[in-house]
């Protein structure tokens, strides 16, 4: 019974905050749970919504929805200790989707949408970002059971395919869009899934890590067939498997350690000789094709969609950096190691590997980095350029 007319309070109260009939000093026991500062923000933030409303151009639809859905939602936000964190959370969403009746209807005839919406933003103001930004993702807020179930680790690659087979293959803009709405979901779940308690934290790095290399292979292959229908293969492939390509993760990719805005540190290399050629009808050297086919996979994560880029990628750790070639041979890379690196770039190596390519690539880049970290140095020598380059950092770190 006492939970019956608390319930009903609620729903009265959410009523009266939408038809701003409630006032600074009422007394409401819907509210009386709430601290004066929290009652005076609340009330403040619904009044700054219904004035960006009324900038808003909403039809006789829209304003109908909007008017059933907003008592249910402050009702709820309302019974929360911490009222005015989603609520101000929440409210941006809105001003994006007023125009947009069919998400509004989505958050009135679900209820459980609604109620999964606001624990949500009120734990995470990255989801709720995500959200405001991209609400086709209020899709999937729809089923609990998908929702805070993230995709198996081993099975990002997988689904991917399947979710890209509906898009045709020779439609670029829409390929671009399928990535990022896939990226964008799947980030939701494992947000999701860390919120609940039902994805332990040390798991999150793995399922972001996962989820970020399936992107890299699918990336790669569309720039890959881009790439040899324009110009056709290197030649030297005809005689083996493979592509003679690799993507080395360095940094947090490289380390598992990827976090939910993270970017990626991405080296590339090749294992083209000298003198090859591509096989198509516009033939060009086997090396300049792998360039491009570097460039474009730059190009394929940095463009940005109505759904916005796919990563934020940097392939400074390269041999010399922005200055060196894009892509180099696996050969290059090796002498660049011995003779020229610096030691900061030796200890990036301690948390890099390849996370696409061939066998035979991921090999001998292997024992590469094998051969450098296990390689004697003198100790003295060592310490002070570590201890040089960290001083470096702090001055970096302090302008």
């Avoid at 590339?268 to 090859?276: A, K, T």
Wanted: aromatic share 6%.
């Amino acid at each position: 019974m006492k939970r019956s007319r608390r319930m009903n309070s609620l729903k009265s109260t959410g009523a009266k905050l939408w038809q701003d009939a409630l006032q600074e000093d009422d007394t409401s026991p819907a509210l009386a749970h709430l601290a004066d500062s929290d009652r005076r923000s609340v009330l403040a933030l619904i009044a700054d919504f219904r004035k960006e409303l009324d900038r808003r151009t909403i039809g006789p639809r829209g304003r109908q929805v909007l008017d059933q859905l907003m008592p249910h939602l402050l009702s709820e936000i309302c019974s929360r200790a911490d009222a005015p964190v989603p609520l101000a959370r929440i409210t941006p969403l809105l001003t994006g989707i007023v125009t947009r009746t069919t998400y509004l209807e989505l958050l009135s005839e679900f209820p459980g949408a609604l109620k999964h919406l606001i624990s949500l933003c009120a734990a995470s103001p990255m989801v709720a970002s995500q959200l405001a930004r991209h609400p086709l993702l209020l899709d999937e807020l729809l089923d609990p059971n998908t929702l805070y179930q993230p995709t198996a680790t081993d099975a990002y690659r997988d689904e991917l395919r399947q979710y890209l087979l509906r898009v045709p293959e020779e439609d670029e803009e829409q390929q671009l869009e399928a990535l990022r709405q896939f990226k964008q979901a799947q980030l939701l779940h494992i947000a999701a899934a860390d919120i609940a308690g039902t994805l332990p934290v040390m798991k999150v790095s793995d399922h972001l890590t996962w989820l970020a290399e399936a992107m890299i292979d699918a990336v790669v292959q569309q720039a890959w067939l881009q790439m040899v229908a324009r110009y056709g293969q290197p030649t030297h492939l005809h005689e083996r498997q493979g592509r003679g390509f690799a993507v080395v993760g360095y940094g947090k990719l490289g380390g598992w350690e990827l976090g939910y805005s993270s970017d990626l540190d991405l080296v590339f290399l090749h294992d083209c000789p000298m003198e090859v050629m591509t096989d198509g009808e516009r033939e060009i050297d086997g090396r300049q094709f792998y360039l491009r086919l570097a460039q474009r996979i730059m190009h394929l994560f940095s463009t940005r969609t109505s759904s916005g880029i796919l990563y934020e990628v940097d392939a400074r750790l390269r041999p010399s950096g922005a200055a060196g070639m894009l892509v180099t041979t696996a050969d290059s890379f090796a002498d660049y190691q011995q003779n020229e690196a610096w030691t900061w770039e030796h200890q990036a190596l301690v948390r890099a590997r390849v996370v696409y390519g061939d066998p035979e690539l991921q090999a001998r880049f292997d024992a590469i980095r094998r051969d450098i970290l296990t390689a004697p140095r003198e100790g003295e020598k060592l310490q002070t350029e570590v201890r040089e380059m960290r001083e470096k950092n702090a001055r970096s770190s302090g302008e």
